[in-house]
């Protein structure tokens, strides 16, 4: 790949919504590598948990879908991130999976109850 490539790849896979909110990809990748993000890229271990998926109720609501990932950074520090995901229904990304959310967990690895 190339410098950031996994980057890239998260923001154009975010809703519109999102990327609305996270600014160009430019600042993105800016803001993931100075943030706790930053236990993402270059990591030294990665591992997900199964996802969960909860199938859409009505032919207005998406379905929707969670998964946790657990990062062991390069010097150590362990994260886990509460990847939030949603089936887009309209084009042009009708039927993708796309990031609707993430939560990082404490440094520990913890999330806040």
């Known amino acids: 790949p190339f410098v950031n490539a996994g980057l890239r790849t998260v923001y154009r896979f975010c809703t519109p ?3 609305k909110a996270l ?3 430019e600042d993105f990748n800016r803001d993931a590598s100075q943030s706790v993000f930053a236990a993402t890229v270059n990591n030294d271990f990665f ?3 199964p996802i969960n998926v909860v199938p859409s109720t009505s032919p207005t609501s998406p379905s929707r ?9 390069q010097d150590g520090r362990r994260r886990r991130f509460l990847w ?4 887009e229904r309209r084009p042009p990304f009708q039927g993708c999976w796309l990031v609707d959310g993430c ?3 404490e440094v520990d690895g913890d999330f806040d109850p």
């Open 23 to 25: 600014g160009t990809e």
């Open 84 to 87: 939030m995901l949603v089936q």
């Open 65 to 73: 879908a969670s998964q946790i990932s657990e990062v062991v950074s």
């Open 103 to 105: 939560i990082a967990s």
């Open 17 to 19: 919504m999102i990327t």
């Open 47 to 49: 591992e997900v948990e």
